[in-house]
């Protein structure tokens, strides 16, 4: 058995996402396992080399998960033969200049989404990957969820027979940071500084749609900023620019139709932060985090509208459960050792930075339709 190290540049570690689940939930894990089975009786070792603006968070960082690499000059780790691949969870507002250069040192290229702030930007990325003939992929962790997991093991088993519609609801209270701190940073709410939750989340919303359910064919949406004022990790006010919730209406080729509302000004009366609801002929399902439940078209209730009285259906315990029949691991360190076989063994893969456009794109729809009030159909991209 033979170990071999696949050097990556880990740019935006010190940030919540970059860390936790990128850094400490899959390379970290990753190396704790032994290492990325090839197949072949070989292993494949990430060695990441921590790269960012602040020194001393980074020095940190190394220090307590005994990691020997870290540099804060991005140029010159770039220019390090040794550094197999690129990969960028900053801001986004910094992404595009980063990967741009990684590119063009010859870096295979994994990054968080969006790619870019517009779609000329995500689709160039793209462009220049394919010339320069690296590998590339994009963050798209919600379809290793174990509840889509199981919604999309019913969709390939004919579950639901012809699908009519997708309902989806994702959000919580995001506190304003004044009597209590928020749990996302401020640049979020600031649309100077790549911040919005259409931006955030209508790439990941147009990669499930995409990926369970069809390609997204238009969008209509609903866009707004229900909190004006917030409050800074410093504690100094600042106003809201960016959008904090966005309710969107999308035609999915076939005709099924998904409405999906993205809030963090909202609380939680749910199982779980978010959840779809897909409606079939045959059956129907209710899939959230974790959980994923069914109601058969001969098990479905009668319900009967009745105003003046309580309604005597439990509703909610006429759904049965789906079965885990499997093991699940963290979402985000699948992404990464198919990626990291990917880069290897040139194992399928198709969540690249094209795809990754495709999000942007719909993103950038999205507030379009909002400011113009009306549908856009959206088209297909191609390189």
Known sequence: MARKTVRIAMNGVTGRMGYRQHLVRSILAIREQGGVALGDGDLLWPEPVLVGRRQHALKALAEQHGLEHWSTDLDAVLADPTIDIYFDAQVTSAREAAVRKAIAAGKHIYCEKPTATDLEGALELARLARAAG???????????????????????????????????????????????????????????????????MFPHWEYVLHELFGPVRSVQAQVTTHIPRRWDERGEAYEATADDSAYGIFRLDGGAVAQINSSWAVRVNRDELVEFQVDGVEGSAVAGLRRCRVQHRAATPKPVWNPDLPTPEPFRDQWQEVPDNGEFDNGFKTQWELFLRHVALDAPWSWDLLAGARGVQLAELGLRSSAEGRRFEVPELTL
């Open 134 to 200: 690296v590998k590339h992929g994009v963050v798209q962790d919600k379809i290793f969820l174990p509840g889509l997991l199981k919604l999309k093991r019913l969709i390939d088993g004919g579950f639901f027979g012809r699908i009519l519609s997708i309902r989806g609801e994702f959000g919580y209270w995001v506190f304003e940071g004044d009597w209590q701190p928020a749990q996302r940073p401020s640049w979020n709410y600031r649309a100077e500084d790549g911040g919005g939750i259409v931006v955030d």
